[in-house]
T-cell receptor
Framework: GENVGLHLPTLSVQEGDNSIINCAYS??????FIWYKQESGKGPQFIID?????DKRQGQRVTVLLNKTVKHLSLQIAATQPGDSAVYFC???????????FGTGTRLTVIP | DAMVIQNPRYQVTQFGKPVTLSCSQT?????MYWYQQKSSQAPKLLFH???????NEADTPDNFQSRRPNTSFCFLDIRSPGLGDAAMYLC?????????????FGSGTQLSVL
């Protein structure tokens, strides 16, 4: 079936290092992707998005890369901080009415 | 400054006892969604309203119902909660339903079923 999946369920990084969270998708019709951050006991919070006509988008300390050839999405966090510890979800919109399909999620732990 | 507000944050109900979760928004968004999120899993869409039009996901059990009396409020009714319905329930809104609309989530209601 078509899905959005993550390569790693957990990721631990040292404070100050860069983090890379990966996501694979298999629906070539998906044209919009979002990364969400979810802290414990809270709802998902929008981080950054990218449309399929782009391959890179940068925000504050975050960069999303999209490789449509291999159907791969990644989130890069620069100079990771303890406040970045959370579960990160990628989500794809398959077109039509707004219906986000979330991936499994990766738990990022920042070691002080 | 909360824009999507869910009440209560924690809800405990008994097996089979109907329960209602509420969501309100100050964004004046047209679309409101209900997601179910079980422990360590991704959020799963149950249904959404575009204005007053209800859109149910094909695999959402009949046990789950929703009401949207006005633009600001949306309710999730679980008619006969089972143990498997214990989860975080997330409400979200978006301005429209186009492909690239951002969703704004509330903090969720954690439902326990005893």
């Amino acid at each position: 079936g078509e899905n959005v999946g993550l390569h790693l369920p957990t990721l631990s990084v040292q404070e100050g290092d860069n983090s890379i969270i990966n996501c694979a998708y298999s629906n070539s019709a998906s044209d919009y992707f979002i990364w969400y951050k979810q802290e414990s006991g809270k709802g998902p919070q929008f981080i950054i998005d990218i449309r399929s006509n782009m391959d890179k988008r940068q925000g504050q300390r975050v960069t999303v890369l999209l490789n449509k050839t291999v159907k791969h999405l990644s989130l890069q966090i620069a100079a990771t901080q303890p406040g970045d510890s959370a579960v990160y979800f990628c989500a794809e919109n398959k077109g039509g009415a707004n219906n986000l399909f979330f991936g499994t999620g990766t738990r990022l732990t920042v070691i002080p | 400054d909360a824009m999507v507000i869910q009440n209560p944050r924690y809800q405990v109900t008994q097996f089979g006892k109907p329960v209602t979760l509420s969501c309100s928004q100050t964004l004046n968004h047209n679309v409101m969604y209900w997601y179910q999120q079980k422990s360590s899993q991704a959020p799963k869409l149950l249904f959404h309203y575009y204005d007053k039009d209800f859109n149910n996901e094909a695999d959402t059990p009949d046990n789950f119902q929703s009401r949207r009396p006005n633009t600001s409020f949306c309710f999730l009714d679980i008619r006969s909660p089972g143990l498997g319905d214990a989860a975080m329930y997330l409400c979200a809104t978006s301005r429209g339903s186009s492909n690239n609309e951002k969703l704004f989530f509330g903090s969720g209601t954690q439902l326990s079923v005893l």
